[in-house]
């Protein structure tokens, strides 16, 4: 992804694991705790969700991308 924009808020993995499903796109109004994607981390399916209101700026990840612990998976502007 490009740059972050300014007073922009990243969701960040909270764990490694792998995306199994996106749940809402880039340019959607989003709610704090509407469910953004999915992270499948020891078998278990963690739902990531928005922790601001805004619009969803991007998601940076997709469908069966491996992600770290802090990696960037979303972007939402206020």
């Known amino acids: ?3 972050i924009p300014e007073g922009a808020i990243v969701v960040k993995a909270p764990m ?3 995306i199994s499903a996106l749940k809402a796109e880039a340019g959607s109004a ?5 469910v953004l994607l999915i992270l499948e981390a020891m078998k278990m399916q963690n ?3 928005a922790t601001v209101d805004g619009t969803l700026h991007e998601i940076r990840v997709n469908v069966g991308d491996n992600v770290k612990t ?9």
């Open 30 to 34: 989003v709610k704090r705790g509407d």
């Open 1 to 3: 992804g490009g740059p």
């Open 16 to 18: 490694p694991g792998k």
């Open 47 to 49: 739902d990531i969700t």
């Open 70 to 78: 802090g990696d960037a998976l979303a972007v939402i502007v206020k």
